[in-house]
């Protein structure tokens, strides 16, 4: 059965027919076209498909769309803004945290929300923080770092 | 000689894209009319097919093509066609639970899944085997009939005379090691899509390492013309190995395609990825080493039994890969190598980073330690006395060019406090160090009865550079890498780099990314068209400037003449060049491998190798003694990378190893009941996450006499090979209990301290 959503994505205001029994995940990628956010086990175990809802992370496999109503939704394409790359984006990118990337843009997200929520978290917060979000490439140590880097230059008041 | 690019540490070319979810991954395409295939497949380990009934599903508004065997080509297929096992659709029986029966075709996913539901298939259920000593067993049921028994391949090596050597040598220790099925766990699962056009051609669009021999592979068992196949590639979400030979969803994809006129998408679940997407193969290995009473290895005698599951894949390859590595770790005068590969109804395996050398490895390198045990003597100090050494052939025929073997062991010793350790009195924590050494490829192979790679150039008006190489990137850097190697070579900055890999009607004939091969190979290539491309730049430079064309100099896209102070853009050149004379500037490179003298596929053995990559691991663990728990502390990996091209990205490829290595080696194993896997999700088949990471200290090692470019080898495997064994003996010397089986889960580690109490 299909039903009216509204729903904000990255400031932009949507109007959509959608079935009820379909995922944020699927809104997000297939009716409103931003692939950035990726589905890796559809069962929330992974936390590839994490994005934030009004600044909290969710596994978005997890969320059915019309839990979002009325909602803002931010995903990875949102957090650049005018060109410019997020601080946590520029540290993965210095970093070297990204191979594949095909679990970045959730890393990313949760990053956000790790520090939105913690702007100075220990390494055990970090790792606590991030522990839903699975890599196979990378072996952690540099997204351990980026992290660390993003931190201080959230820190040091640079925009975002 | 002054690098500018080489070396360095800079930031991946595709990071933007990735971070900022820009990059397009096969999942990503949009295609106007893609239909969803499905496929339906078997909950039995080993079935005859009796009746399949398609009516109810075809009739599914939606549904647009139902297809079972008798709508596909019945020709079998295998990486190695001559053992040929493997249907598209399943026919007559089922071997494993997952195996390929039906397949649909519908607008969506929910319909596709319904019409999956509404075929009705009889199977008869025939007895199945699990394990590879049933599966040997005379009179055993035949996963393929026709065949005399389950095991119908096998390889023999022999080097000197093992027999005689254990008979004399001073110390002999002897012990079975087992490993188990290891899932690749790549975070994009395998997915595709296929589409043909009106002049009969197939596009395939897929995540594949080898998209060229894919293409045949595809064109083999449709029996079509290779020509008529082209095989897309977009950013990969991983390979690790898995995603090397084809797999069956292509040819169903392009079966469903062809019905329907419409571009088909098949897209693994991840239980199927986990069930069906094939493992690392299990080895079970009897091994004996001998050394005299100084130290010296004198021989090694392997009986090797590599779980194929259901059909061969890469597993014959493997195998022999296996022992090309057997053989070379360290110059053992006396080898043996006896492998059988044994059918089983489960899931195959395939390739997996390190190609079936982490499971000899984790038997060579745990034997050591015991050996070193036996003897009295520090482990270091016996992988030091047979250290592999460079400029020599080894009693197995492997020729050894660079080799920085001990220098890594020292490195890794040292790194972990090797030394103050051992000598740690004990204060009651369950704490422990061990190493390992390995030996890998550092460039592909020749196993094809060749090994060459091209690569093109060609410079814009402006100067930027086109690339295009046939490096596969599946996350692991390789277009950095070539990019870098071209701008070093070319003299121009790294942004003015853009590379064109993934297309194989535009790319070269390549035998693609796998074997640490890519940098070696490919690299080599890519320098070799940046040296063309440069010589016609300089001539075009000398020409504009008036200068003899030796006293050209070109760096970070800036030429001078020597001893001029004055620095012309490079694009002034290019564009003189091409807009006053017409001449654009491009350049070709091609790089063949050259085969040792009197080389044959059957008789090359570790001839095969083009260059050989060593490296040490050196770990601590502390084992909680109420859970069983082994946490490693630390990781000291020291490997060799030749030259080092970037050493973030070489420092990546060591740490990704090592955390595979760690899930190897204390966490991963597909389990199942009745050969139905048990596991299937990340839930309960746990790949290692941020919080089970150790320190890791990656060193780089470069070490000369490799002819790669810039004198770089491949580092994408190693980092893997060495862990599980350097974990095992690190155990070892924190409880004394000796594991020989894969992984050392806490129920084994709590079982093994209960007895060792008692």
Redesign the interface.
């Known amino acids: 059965m299909k039903k009216e959503l509204h729903i904000t994505v990255n400031g932009d205001a949507h109007h959509l027919l959608v079935d009820t029994g379909r995922t944020l995940l699927d809104v997000i990628?297939e009716d409103i076209?931003?692939?950035?956010?990726?589905?890796?086990?559809?069962?929330g175990?992974?936390g590839?498909c994490t994005v934030l809802l009004d600044n909290e992370p969710v596994n978005s496999c997890l969320v059915l769309a019309h839990e979002a109503e009325g909602r803002d939704v931010l995903?990875?394409?949102g957090?650049?803004v005018g060109g410019v790359?997020h601080p946590i984006?520029e540290a993965?990118?210095?970093?070297?945290a990204?191979?594949?990337?095909?679990?970045?843009?959730g890393m990313?997200m949760s990053t956000k929300a790790l520090l939105d929520r913690n702007p100075d978290p220990t390494r055990e917060e970090?790792?606590?923080g991030?522990?839903g979000?699975?890599?196979?490439?990378?072996?952690?140590?540099?997204?351990?770092e980026a992290v660390e880097v993003a931190k201080c230059l959230l820190a040091e008041g640079e925009p975002g | 000689m002054t690098r500018c690019i080489i070396g360095k540490g800079l930031p991946r070319i595709d990071a933007i894209p990735k971070v900022t979810g820009e990059a397009e991954y096969t999942v990503d395409l949009k295609m106007q009319g893609l239909l969803i295939g499905k496929i339906l497949r078997s909950p039995h380990p080993h079935a005859r097919i009796k009746s399949i009934d398609t009516t109810a599903a075809a009739q599914l508004q939606g549904v647009l093509a139902v297809i079972t065997a008798k709508d596909v080509p019945g020709t079998l297929f295998s990486f190695y066609q001559w053992l040929a096992d493997k249907n598209i659709l399943c026919g007559e029986k089922v071997r494993y639970v997952g195996d390929e029966v039906a397949a649909v075709a519908a607008v969506d996913e929910d319909t596709a899944e319904e019409a999956i539901s509404l075929i009705k298939v009889e199977y008869e259920l025939l007895p199945a085997v699990f394990d590879i000593e049933e599966a040997m067993r005379p009179g055993a049921p035949l996963v393929h009939e026709g065949n005399e028994s389950n095991s119908n391949w096998n390889v023999q090596r022999l080097f000197g005379d093992p027999d005689k050597a254990l008979a004399e040598c001073d110390y002999v220790v002897e012990g079975t090691y087992v490993t188990h099925a290891q899932a690749h766990s790549c975070l994009e699962t395998s997915n595709c899509v296929a589409k043909w056009d009106m002049k009969d051609r197939l596009t395939i669009w897929t995540n594949a390492q080898a998209p060229h021999t894919q293409r045949q592979e595809v064109a083999r068992i449709l029996g079509i013309p290779r020509r008529n196949v082209r095989v897309i590639n977009s950013h990969m979400g991983g390979g690790f190995g898995s995603k090397l030979v084809m797999d069956m969803k292509v040819p169903i994809a392009a079966v469903l395609s062809k019905i329907t006129g419409r571009p088909v998408r098949i897209v693994n679940t991840r239980s199927e990825e986990f069930t069906t997407g094939k493992t690392r193969y299990p080895y079970t290995m009897h091994l004996k080493t001998g050394a005299t009473r100084d130290g010296q290895i004198v021989v090694r005698d392997l009986e090797l039994i590599g779980d194929a599951g259901a059909y061969h894949d890469k597993g014959p390859a493997t195998i022999n890969f296996s022992s090309m590595m057997f053989g070379t770790l360290y110059n053992v005068p006396n080898i043996r190598f006896e492998a059988k590969l044994v059918y089983t109804n489960k899931e195959m395996g395939t390739a997996f980073r390190g190609f079936g050398n982490p499971q000899v490895t984790f038997a060579t390198e745990s034997q050591l330690d015991e050996l070193a045990a036996k003897m009295g003597i520090d482990p270091f100090d016996l992988r030091m006395r047979n250290s592999n050494c460079a400029m020599g052939t080894t009693s197995c025929g492997a020729e050894i060019c660079g080799c920085g073997m001990s220098e890594c062991l020292q490195a890794a010793a040292d790194g972990i406090g090797w030394e103050a350790k051992k000598a740690r009195p004990d204060d009651g924590a369950l704490r422990g160090v061990g190493l390992a050494n390995m030996v890998h490829t550092g460039g592909g192979g020749r196993f094809y009865g060749f090994n060459s790679a091209e690569a093109f150039i060609k410079l814009s008006d402006e100067g930027t550079v086109t690339l295009i190489t046939s490096a596969l990137d599946m996350g692991q850097g390789s277009h950095t890498t070539m990019a870098q190697i071209a701008a070093e070579e070319l003299g121009v900055s790294l942004d003015d780099i853009n590379i064109l890999s993934n297309d194989t009607d535009l790319t070269p004939y390549d035998l693609g990314s796998w074997g640490s091969r890519a940098t070696f190979m490919d690299g080599n290539a890519v320098q070799a068209a940046a040296r063309d491309a440069k010589v016609a730049l300089v001539a075009a430079a000398a020409e504009m400037l008036g200068a003899d064309p030796a006293d050209i100099l070109i760096e970070e896209s800036q030429i001078w003449v020597k001893g001029s102070a004055e620095k012309h853009p490079l694009s002034d050149i290019v564009d003189h060049s091409v807009n006053e004379h017409g001449s654009p500037i491009s350049g070709t490179g091609r790089f063949v491998d050259t085969l040792p003298e009197g080389y044959t596929i059957p008789t090359a053995f570790a001839k095969n190798i083009p260059c050989f990559s060593f490296g040490t691991q050196a770990v601590e663990v502390e084992i909680d003694p109420e859970t069983g728990q082994v946490r490693v502390l630390k990781v000291v990996a020291a490997h060799e990378t030749g030259t080092t091209i970037n050493q973030t990205m070489a420092e990546g490829q060591i740490e990704g190893s090592i955390a595979q290595g760690i899930g190897f080696a204390l966490m991963e194993r597909l389990l199942r009941v009745d050969g139905k896997v048990q596991n299937d999700r990340f839930l309960d088949y746990k790949i290692p996450n941020i919080g089970d990471m150790p320190e890791i200290e990656a060193i780089l090692v470069e070490s000369e006499g490799t002819n790669g470019p810039f004198g770089a080898k491949g580092i994408g495997e190693p980092g893997l090979v060495p862990t599980a064994p350097a974990i095992a003996n690190a155990v070892f010397d924190a409880i004394g209990v000796r594991f020989h089986e894969l992984p050392i889960t806490r129920d084994a580690v709590l079982k093994a301290l209960k007895e060792k109490q008692k």
């Open positions: 990628r076209g931003l692939t950035g956010t990726k589905n890796g086990c559809g069962a175990e992974c590839a995903t990875i394409e957090l650049a790359l984006q993965f990118v210095s970093q070297g990204i191979q594949c990337g095909y679990c970045t843009p990313v970090i790792l606590r991030l522990r979000n699975l890599c196979r490439c990378t072996g952690y140590v540099k997204i351990v």
